[in-house]
């Protein structure tokens, strides 16, 4: 049962991270076949270049072929629903914000499960988290999302620390895991909303 | 001599990716030992990072100096014709196009070779052919070429979905990789073509 | 002993490299998280692309955590004299010149541990001294500074061979490595010298 939990929140983490590259490989009028490639990079990035560093080779994405399918269903359905929706930044925005929770979790767990220090468990975290949305920002030649003054990688970091002290006080690991991915959605859409009144206040208090 | 038939592609495609490569970087100004640089991620880039994906180190390169002698050489070649040639336009393209499908048919044997899905065969052919390309447009600060209107990752993916349907109608495997070969290279010139007269043709038939 | 010299240099430059990434997040304003992860990327990027390549994986600083203590040192250290020092330019070239040496030499140790090619081990050396600036600079969205007219992956290539001409020597191994590190840092600095009034000349004579 608990790795069938696993299994949905990636499910549910690639979809959105691979609708969310969809979306911002669109707003760059790229051609479909772009737009696939930008999904997949979106979706499979962070946790690549994660298995890359932990050694974790091949990467699950090329013997289980589930994840490249749900990208694709992900890519195809942006490119439809992307003709008829115009509020397309607000929802790439959620979508990232959902990833972003659902895969520093993943992270973790996989930093837990090679028996790594918790400081490096929470980096594999932000790394699966926000690494996919920096490659795709690099390719599209963005400005990564992450650098910008909005808070995003402190969101992974918070919410894995919290996920940390949530275990350490004897909570039910799959109920930390989904508070975990909760509490980074949310203070990723708080974040957005103080910062867009509140630049300085956010300097101020992380230096 | 099967054998000796993929080192000879492999040379191939080492060679004109890296001239490629290093007429990109001549375009851009860079000083020798930058065009270098830039020959070498062009020319290994997409095999290297195919080759992390499946965990196959150390990558093929650091033990076998036969690529990077012939990347010295397309990058000083490079460096020497390319003060007498104006027409860099035409022969990058060209070189380009060899070598993407050379390096997708590398690419796909590499998968074969590993068991992998032939979906996965095709996705490591289009990254062995494609992302040494996205490599050094990245660190030339171009838009990749490949989520340009032109088609690119299509002709990879096409080339490769028609060598496997050669293989299953018992054409013999040398000749279905120069087919693969062949065709890719020629798709990629055609789609240019039909892209310059057809852009919006090609986007109604693609979704 | 050997061991523990190793380790010295490998502080110095994580900490070199680190706080010249740091100013340079800090020129492009990001906010403290932002010049954390740059900080990481510019002082890990080029060791972990170096141990990707060889397999040498998982990367060190996943299990040692020292390194990762040393950036972080780097990163709040850059942040708070950042707003008080004003020629940040002159430190950063300083800062980096210094850690090309530095992990140039790390990079060829690692070459020379895995028996590899002389050529090969330099070339390490190169990615090793020269790619984590190459990462920062894409994330910045800067040219990276390797490819401009100024000599870098040069400074580092020279230092290498020279390394090897200075073993051949049988000058004492450590020695060697100073002389390297102080060779490349020298090469570099008076290669921006030479190169502000004479980027002609450079170019014939490296051509």
């Given at each position: ?16 991270f691979?609708?969310?590259?969809a ?23 962070g ?27 992900a ?22 914000a ?13 930093g ?23 490659l795709?920002d ?13 808070i ?10 919290i ?13 930390a ?31």
């Amino acid at each position: 049962m608990h790795f069938s939990f696993i299994n949905i929140i990636d499910i549910l983490g690639t979809f959105s991270f691979a609708a969310a590259g969809a979306f911002a490989a669109m707003e760059k009028r790229l051609d479909p076949f772009g737009v696939l490639i930008i999904s997949f990079v979106t979706a499979i990035g962070g946790g690549t270049i994660r298995d890359v560093l932990i050694g974790d080779l091949p990467v699950s994405w090329l013997s289980n072929i589930s994840a490249s399918v749900v990208i694709i269903i992900a890519a195809i359905a942006a490119l439809f629903f992307g003709s008829y929706l115009k509020k397309l930044d607000r929802m790439l925005f959620l979508f990232d914000a959902m990833g972003l929770g659902l895969f520093t979790m993943i992270g973790i767990q996989k930093g837990i499960d090679h028996h790594l220090n918790i400081g490096i468990c929470v980096t594999l975290g932000t790394i699966t988290g926000c690494f996919g949305g920096v490659l795709r920002d690099v390719l599209l030649n963005n400005v990564p999302l992450i650098f910008k003054k909005e808070i995003y990688a402190l969101a992974s970091i918070v919410g894995g620390c919290i996920f940390f002290l949530l275990l350490n006080w004897h909570v039910e690991q799959s109920l930390a895991y989904v508070l975990g991915i909760i509490l980074v959605f949310v203070i990723r859409v708080l974040a957005v909303q103080f910062n867009w009144s509140l630049p300085k206040f956010y300097e101020k208090k992380v230096r």
